[in-house]
């Protein structure tokens, strides 16, 4: 049988940080009958005029792709790559909320997910005095992802302060949760595969990349019951869901990452959650061509 073509995007900056991942995911795909070959996003070339030529390495007369794995947080593409008929993981839709905090939040507070209250703004809101609050708060670059671009302001100068150097559009959130705590839910074809607790003990974010320290964590009843309510909302292929957690203990939706990094679950557990993604990408691929028949 011949094998599925793929490709997996990554920025060109990002591929030499990501070779260890990438590679698995080469390998476990190849044992799916599935070739995946990587291709950083810059060297992308998109024929946008013309649909049966819509995008000129992705697809010719010679050489198609039947999937794309997209981890370059650029979300048109996946939309771009879907009306030509490729399979993307995520899809468009999921990769444009997981991409913007504003969707995100949007859309997750809407089925009814408990989360801060978040606010989408314009800085001008802050530079021209305007009647938002002005305590304590958390103000995030809604693009940003890994921690960047989120700021603590601790009173009304330090946020006018703050809001000159970020840009245009954030999404300002008061101070919650256990501070430097929050846990990362990782979940594949809608299944929960596993979660890491994150904490740091000199910083109000968790992120291991910015010094925090990482532990596998078994979710419980009520736990899992949560993230069923975004899994029936929302078909999810590979994405990493963060949660805050309130003084009583309970999860509050954070953010979620459609190019979810995955070394601290690979540290602290024995999941090879990219033979899983692989295994889940052949049996969807597989679905299609019984559609199609």
């Not at 900056?13 to 990501?18: A, D, G, L």
């Not at 530079?127 to 670059?141: A, H, P, V």
Request: one cysteine or more.
């Amino acid at each position: 049988m011949e094998k599925k073509r793929g490709l997996v995007i990554y920025k060109q900056h990002e591929i030499t940080r990501n070779i260890k991942f990438i590679n698995m995911l080469q390998q476990h795909c190849l044992k799916m009958e599935l070739h995946l070959e990587v291709m950083p996003y810059e060297q992308l070339c998109i024929h946008l005029s013309n649909p049966k030529d819509l995008a000129g390495p992705l697809i010719d007369d010679e050489l198609h792709y039947h999937f794309v794995i997209n981890r370059s947080a650029t979300p048109w593409l996946n939309e771009v790559l879907e009306l030509a008929g490729i399979r993307c993981f995520n899809t468009a839709y999921v990769a444009r909320i997981a991409n913007d905090k504003r969707l995100s939040h949007a859309v997750l507070s809407n089925i009814g997910i408990p989360m801060l209250s978040s606010t989408a703004v314009h800085k001008h809101f802050f530079l021209n005095d305007n009647k938002i609050s002005k305590e304590r708060m958390i103000i995030k670059d809604p693009l940003g992802k890994g921690g960047t671009g989120v700021k603590l302001a601790d009173d009304s100068e330090e946020i006018h302060e703050l809001v000159t150097s970020l840009n245009d559009n954030l999404l300002v959130q008061p101070v919650g949760g256990q501070k430097g705590k929050d846990l990362r839910v990782y979940i594949v074809g809608n299944h929960i595969i596993g979660a890491i607790l994150r904490e740091s003990a000199t910083d109000f974010r968790a992120n291991v990349s910015m010094g925090g320290s990482a532990r596998f964590y078994e979710l419980n009843q009520s736990e899992k019951r949560l993230i069923s309510f975004i899994t029936d909302a929302i078909h999810l292929d590979f994405v990493g869901i963060d949660f805050l957690i309130d003084n009583d203990g309970n999860l509050l939706f954070n953010e979620m990452e459609d190019a979810v990094g995955c070394r601290s679950l690979y540290i602290h557990s024995a999941i090879d959650i990219a033979e899983i993604f692989a295994a889940y990408i052949a049996k969807e691929l597989e679905k299609e061509d019984i559609r199609k028949a």
